[in-house]
Nanobody
Framework: QVQLVESGGGLVQPGGSLRLSCAAS????????MGWYRQAPGKERELVAR???????NYVDSVKGRFTISRDNAKNTVYLQMNSLKPEDTAVYYC?????????WGQGTQVTVSS
C-alpha cells in the first residue's frame, strides 16, 4: 500500500500563487511518475502536470507557463507551484503516483481562486 498526504490548497485571489505538496509513503518500489490532476464541478478529472522519475514533465496546455511541477526523490514528494492563478483553476486537486503494479490517489485538496 501507498499512502499520499497532500497539503497546500486554499483560497487565493486571481493572480495569486499557491504551492501544493504531496508526500508518498509505504510500499514504494520503482515509483515511476508523480502528478497532479484536478476536477472542477461538473467536469471530468484532467491531468494538470506530471513528472517521471527521470525528470520528464508534461502539462495541460491551460497551465503551461504558470504552473511548475517538481519532485524530491529522496523524500518521495511532488510539488506543484501555481502562479498567476485564474478563477478557472478552481478545482479539487488530486495527487497521483504510478508505481509498478498500479497507481494511487490522494484524498484531494481544494483550490479556490476568487476575489
Amino acid at each position: 500500500q501507498v499512502q499520499l498526504v497532500e497539503s497546500g490548497g486554499g483560497l487565493v485571489q486571481p493572480g495569486g500563487s499557491l504551492r501544493l505538496s504531496c508526500a508518498a509513503s509505504g510500499s514504494i518500489f520503482n515509483l515511476y511518475a508523480m502528478g497532479w490532476y484536478r476536477q472542477a464541478p461538473g467536469k471530468e478529472r484532467e491531468l494538470v502536470a506530471r513528472i517521471t522519475s527521470g525528470g520528464y514533465t508534461n502539462y495541460v496546455d491551460s497551465v503551461k507557463g504558470r504552473f511548475t511541477i517538481s519532485r524530491d526523490n529522496a523524500k518521495n514528494t511532488v510539488y506543484l507551484q501555481m502562479n498567476s492563478l485564474k478563477p478557472e483553476d478552481t478545482a479539487v486537486y488530486y495527487c497521483n503516483v504510478v508505481v509498478v503494479g498500479g497507481d494511487y490517489w490522494g484524498q484531494g485538496t481544494q483550490v479556490t481562486v476568487s476575489s
